[in-house]
């Protein structure tokens, strides 16, 4: 079962509001260089597959598991599980990615 670090997420607007439309991942799950574009859609079939992403906080160090979630207003998107910290938290904790064009 392969364990995938996320390192930044990509924001995009959807009616209403903005959700992760995708998460830059950590080639070795120690660097906060994000090697590879995954989107959303991907991240939820590996996880059906039983793959694992996962935070990790900057300050606190501590992981949070990342699950599929379905917003009321119907998108399908990602979260991360809940714990006591507040840095490891998918949605606004994590930075955004800044891809370089090639």
Known sequence: MATHRIVCVDHGDVPRH??????????????????????????????????????????????????PYDCACGYLTLRSTADVVKDNNLDDAIRECSWKQR
């Open 18 to 67: 903005t959700h992760i439309i995708s998460v830059g991942i950590s080639k070795d799950g120690k660097k906060l260089q994000a090697s590879r574009r995954v989107t959303v859609a991907d991240v939820r079939t590996a996880l059906r597959a039983g793959e694992r992403y996962y935070t990790v906080g900057l300050t606190s160090g501590k992981t949070a598991d990342v699950e």
